[in-house]
């Protein structure tokens, strides 16, 4: 096996290190270690029980926000391999990037986002940042885990810049742009290949595991989504022909399976072709492009937009799973404002942060408690407040 990382690759032993130095492992690359770090905090294990799409499900088959971590972190290993980069940094990022979630899915992200809209709002991006460098704490000398450059560079960036001609520091979120000052994030430019490729597996993971669930849940069948998109039609037509009495539950996975395959290979080659065009000569020189590196060509994009079209219309918006949103979202707004307008009936040290401060202040803090919550433990805590008498 070769072990020399592509020319493009983030180089460990070049790593812009942590904003609060420490003596580095003799065993583990600083990667292998921030690595370490999530797998080992409290947020990441709560996303047992943080649900995708369906709020606290009874069922044990569904996915968690934790399985779909893991699901993206194989895929992106997988990538990351073929694209001789670090899979460290890679598996590193695809594990931190849902920290930043609220209970009850993309629901509760957008209340809590409403909630706070008279307090500098909420993003689950800038959520899990500070997971990342506040909220954890483990650590005698600081708070946070003391992630690497790279690695937090990573989970900011990996959807792209953050910064352009329209965009300044000012209208970033506020624990974003303070960090930022002290450890500047180059937020103007595309973030490394590993973070790249973590971002394109989430879509890949996200796209047929949802649909694999919404079949598994019966909020539509084969026969729906074949008959609306053309290239998951052909995909089940394939195992059809080969296995004519296939019950459906196998020929799902062995379509789910096929269709991950296939987008896979074409984020592959489209990535390899971009990189020969634009011939990166280091992982520096990849973030200062006009574009990024790791893509699904336009076919490909066409396929992923389609099932997206679909999954929104059948599973995002069915009416059982709305039914479920205006109810978290309903539970979410109460404990928040029941939070607000009684701050000292907060847990203990939730309460003392809150202790004479603003209201935004408050605010900032009472969001952090609630966007840590497992669906369970704010369903719980609902009923005790609201339904108890």
């Not at 849902?98 to 899915?105: I, K, Q, R, S």
């Not at 989430?202 to 595991?209: F, G, K, R, S």
């Not at 000292?344 to 202040?361: F, M, R, V």
């Not at 408050?362 to 609201?386: E, P, V």
Request: charged share 30%; hydrophobic share 40%.
């Amino acid at each position: 096996m070769n072990f020399e990382l592509a020319p493009y690759a983030t180089k460990w032993q070049e790593t812009r290190g942590r904003l609060h130095s420490e003596n580095e492992s003799s065993m583990r690359s600083p990667f292998q270690r921030d690595r370490d770090r999530i797998v080992h905090s409290a947020a990441f294990r709560r996303l047992m029980h943080k649900t995708q799409v369906f709020i606290s499900p009874e069922g044990d088959h569904f996915r968690t926000r934790l399985t779909h971590s893991l699901e993206v972190a194989q895929i992106a290993r997988a990538i990351a391999r073929a694209l001789n980069v670090d899979e460290d940094l890679t598996e590193a990022i695809s594990l931190a990037h849902d920290l930043g979630h609220t209970p009850f899915g993309h629901s509760g992200e957008d209340t809590l986002h409403d909630l706070m809209e008279p307090f500098e709002g909420f993003d689950h991006n800038d959520q899990a940042l500070r997971v990342l460098i506040l909220l954890e704490s483990k650590y005698m000398d600081y708070k946070g885990l003391n992630l690497t450059w790279e690695t937090l560079e990573g989970v900011v960036k990996h959807n792209g810049p953050l910064l352009d001609g329209n965009k300044t520091v000012n209208q970033l979120p506020k624990t974003l742009a303070s960090y930022n000052q002290r450890h500047d994030l180059e937020l103007d430019t595309h973030s490394g290949i590993e973070a790249q490729i973590a971002a394109i597996a989430d879509d890949v993971a996200y796209n047929h595991h949802d649909m694999d669930d919404g079949l598994r849940a019966g909020l539509f069948n084969i026969k729906d989504v074949c008959a609306e998109v053309d290239h998951v039609r052909e995909a089940f037509n394939i195992v059809y022909r080969e296995y004519p009495d296939a019950p459906d539950h196998l020929a799902r996975a062995e379509v789910v399976r096929s269709l991950i395959g296939e987008m896979v290979e074409d984020v592959l080659a489209e990535t390899n072709r971009r990189l020969e065009e634009d011939k990166p000569k280091n992982a520096k020189e990849l973030r200062h492009l006009k574009r990024p590196m790791v893509a699904f060509s336009d076919e490909m994009r066409q396929k992923e937009r389609a099932l997206k079209t679909f999954m929104f219309k059948a599973m995002y918006r069915a009416p059982s799973v709305n039914q479920e949103r205006v109810r978290a979202s309903q539970q979410m707004t109460e404990l928040f404002n029941y939070y607000m307008e009684k701050p000292d009936l907060l847990p203990e040290e939730w309460k003392n942060q809150c202790s004479g401060l603003l209201a935004q202040e408050n605010a900032r803090i009472i969001a952090d408690y609630i966007a840590g919550m497992t669906d369970r433990f704010a369903l719980k805590l609902h009923q005790r407040l609201f339904e108890a008498a």
